[in-house]
Nanobody
């Protein structure tokens, strides 16, 4: 089994920054760790992903240049540094373990952490 625990969400003003963390535990391995988000009334969408091996990164166009995903393999932890936050970034953010950047390829999910950006 895999357990993913997110932390670091909160309330921030537009233009501010937050860093999310996702600690993974368990013996099942998937090559990618991803961050997704879901705003009220909207579908869950891909934000960013990183490979455990090699550290390749992938970003949604909406966050490129503002968000940075990174990982610490020794701690089995993935981070999402979010800068220049906008009100439209408000959502519940989920980390997940999977095989690609497609939501359907992720089979282990965290409980989510709320990010609220005020204007």
């Amino acid at each position: 089994q895999v357990q993913l625990v997110e932390s670091g969400g909160g309330l921030v003003q537009a233009g501010g920054s937050l860093r999310l963390s996702c600690a993974a535990s368990g013996r099942t391995f998937r090559p990618l760790m991803g961050w997704f988000r879901q705003a009220p009334g909207k579908e869950r969408e891909f934000v960013a992903a990183i490979s455990w091996i090699g550290g390749s990164t992938y970003y949604a166009d909406s966050v490129k240049g503002r968000f940075t995903i990174s990982r610490d393999n020794a701690k089995s932890t993935v981070y999402l540094q979010m800068n220049s936050l906008k009100p439209e970034d408000t959502a519940v953010y989920y980390c997940a373990m999977g095989r690609s950047t497609s939501l359907n390829d992720y089979d282990y999910w965290g409980q989510g952490t709320q990010v609220t950006v005020s204007s």
